[in-house]
């Protein structure tokens, strides 16, 4: 690359220095001479292989700028191919947390709903084992009401009968 931007730049010295030349060249021929110097078959010679060598210069910059072009779309494309590839892989990953992220939600809300259940269950048999001990302790005094009860009766029919006189049978 750096020899073709070599040759474009001294293109034009090399122009000019044959400009040069064949005006000398014209100059001493005669003035005449120099505008029909130029239709001299060497000189067309020349001419013709100059334009010939600037032809193929150009289709053999143009040839390498086509293959320049081709390798920077190529290395374009596979740029891209990679930021893509890296986007998909950063979706995949993040897709792949946001999953965990649920599941380990789901697992945290089950162990909690577990967890209530487990409490609610404990909940009702302390309020059932409560309600059988108030039960049974209504019962006990029920019980000891109906005894006392029973003894103030019996009491009371004992001193009944000790404090009536006996009457003697007569």
């Known amino acids: 690359m750096s020899a073709i931007l070599r040759a474009r730049a001294l293109l034009p010295?090399?122009?000019?220095?044959?400009?040069?030349?064949?005006?000398?060249?014209?100059?001493?021929?005669?003035?005449?001479?120099?505008?029909?110097?130029?239709?001299?078959?060497g000189g067309q010679a020349e001419e013709a292989a100059e334009r010939a060598e600037e032809a193929t210069k150009k289709r053999e910059e143009a040839g390498e700028i086509a293959?320049?072009?081709?390798?920077?779309?190529?290395?374009?494309?596979?740029?891209?191919?990679?930021?893509?590839?890296?986007?998909?892989?950063?979706?995949?990953?993040?897709?792949?947390a946001k999953a965990k992220k649920r599941e380990e939600a789901s697992q945290n809300a089950a162990k909690k709903r577990e967890l209530e259940a487990e409490e609610k269950v404990k909940a009702q048999e302390a309020a059932a084992s409560l309600k059988a001990r108030e039960e049974a302790s209504k019962k006990r005094a029920a019980r000891t009401r109906?005894?006392?009860?029973?003894?103030?009766?019996?009491?009371?029919?004992?001193?009944?009968?000790?404090?009536?006189?006996?009457?003697?049978?007569?």
């Open 13 to 41: 010295c090399l122009l000019a220095s044959l400009l040069l030349a064949g005006c000398g060249t014209a100059s001493s021929n005669g003035g005449a001479g120099g505008a029909a110097g130029g239709a001299t078959p």
């Open 146 to 170: 109906e005894e006392a009860a029973r003894k103030k009766k019996q009491s009371e029919s004992k001193t009944t009968t000790s404090t009536t006189p006996a009457t003697p049978p007569g």
């Open 67 to 96: 293959k320049d072009r081709e390798v920077l779309a190529a290395i374009e494309a596979k740029n891209k191919e990679q930021a893509a590839e890296a986007k998909a892989k950063k979706r995949e990953r993040e897709a792949e």
